[in-house]
């Protein structure tokens, strides 16, 4: 019995090194290759996989099990206000038939969340449409019902009568690290579908302008006008992060596009839906970054992040819990606070009515305060 292990083994050693060998020599020979005369020209052909299995290393699967969840929108703007002097012939004659009125397209993606048909999309893809059509992966199509929108994150709430809908799989946006591979997944300049691939390149992006709370999630892969709205998705086909913005001086990719984290787009989700708005908490401060000269000026000693309070409204409720203008704000429910619109989102993400804890730098003592946040009020409209 001894012998014939002995001898199986070193069969098995044999023919693992002339595999080895063959391979490193002669791939050819173990890659299943036909060869095919075409006009005299003989070409080698790989065989055709047959089982339909990915290639290693292939975001296929993914790519499947995300992309029939992502959509097209189309919408249709209001027709534009005629030009005052439209129907002055000395007008047209000068500057002819005006198209101000003619209705204005515009093109965007979105995500399919749930079976009731609730799709997860930009609010300024849908802003000022008086149609917006969605177009799904197989081809169907229906006029969408806008159920809310927020324009402070710039997310929107669609909603679709169809039957058997794809529905994404929501991933986890808050264990995302850089370095992990992403696909996005949209409809740039309305080719069709595309799914591209690259990085998460950094987390927490804000200060860029874009919207009123910001935490974005930067990715290199390319995302394109007509991206917006759609999908980013991880290794696993599970949504991270909706498409949002580009920076560009061209138009197009240069590499750095944004995401906002599915926790936000979840989080705006729910409170449209059950509550018709977004419910964010507010505390009535007026922020500031620290700087040297403010740092001195409060005889707060050298700090690397927090952010310093200038102002507190009178009987709001971070007055009531004790907060001074000159505090530095270093955490907020625990959180450590860096900068300004990373204060902002934190303590936007608080619950109204329910106490949460404040660490504040007063001259060279660290206090905690107890606060409770108030809802945080409509912003006023502009005249």
């Known amino acids: 019995m001894k012998r014939q292990w002995l001898l199986f ?27 095919v005369a075409t006009n ?7 065989a ?28 249709t703007q209001a027709n534009a206000p005629a030009h005052p002097f439209q129907n002055d012939p000395w007008f047209r004659f000068f500057y002819g038939d ?30 000022g449409a008086a149609e917006i059509q969605v177009t799904l992966s197989d081809s169907r199509r229906a006029i969408a019902q806008v159920i809310g ?17 794809p529905v994404i ?13 992403v696909l996005a997944i949209g409809n740039p300049f309305g080719v069709g579908q595309t799914v591209t691939s690259g990085i998460v390149s950094a987390l927490g992006r804000n200060q860029l302008g874009i919207n009123t709370f910001e935490n974005f999630i930067q990715t290199d892969a390319a995302i394109n006008p007509g991206n917006s709205g759609g999908a980013l998705v991880d290794v696993n086909g599970n949504l991270i992060g909706i498409n949002t913005a580009i920076f560009s001086r061209s138009g197009g990719s240069m590499g750095i596009g944004f995401a906002i984290p599915v926790s936000t787009a979840r989080q705006v989700l729910e409170g449209i839906v059950r509550d018709g708005q977004v419910v964010r908490g507010w505390v009535g401060i007026e922020p500031m970054e620290l700087t040297a000269e403010l740092a001195e000026t409060f005889g707060l000693s050298k700090q690397s992040e927090g952010v310093i309070v200038t102002g507190v409204l009178q009987n709001g409720p971070a007055a009531n819990a004790g907060l001074r203008p000159g505090d530095l704000l ?21 619950t109204p009515g329910k106490a949460a804890k404040l660490e504040v730098m007063r001259r060279s003592q660290t206090l905690t305060l107890d606060v409770t946040p108030a809802q945080r009020p409509k912003p006023k409209l502009q005249k």
């Open 149 to 165: 929108a927020d324009p402070d994150t710039d997310l929107a709430i669609l909603r679709i009568d169809l039957e058997r809908l």
């Open 169 to 181: 799989t929501l991933g986890n946006s808050d264990t995302a690290q850089v370095g992990d591979r």
């Open 48 to 75: 055709p996989n047959a089982s339909g299995v990915a290639m290693p290393g292939s975001y296929s699967p993914a790519a499947k099990l995300a992309s029939p969840a992502v959509v097209s929108i189309a919408t």
């Open 40 to 46: 005299g020209v003989t070409l080698i052909e790989a």
């Open 98 to 127: 005006r198209e101000d009125q003619a209705p204005q397209q515009g093109l965007g993606s979105g995500v399919i969340v749930s079976p009731e048909g609730y799709i997860l999309t930009n609010n300024h893809v849908i802003e």
């Open 330 to 350: 270093l955490k907020v429910a625990g959180q450590p606070v860096k900068n300004v619109g990373e204060l902002l989102t934190q303590i936007a993400s608080l």
């Open 9 to 35: 083994s070193q069969v098995v050693t044999v023919l693992v090194a002339i595999w080895f060998v063959v391979m490193t020599l002669k791939p050819e020979w173990i890659h299943q290759r036909a060869s």
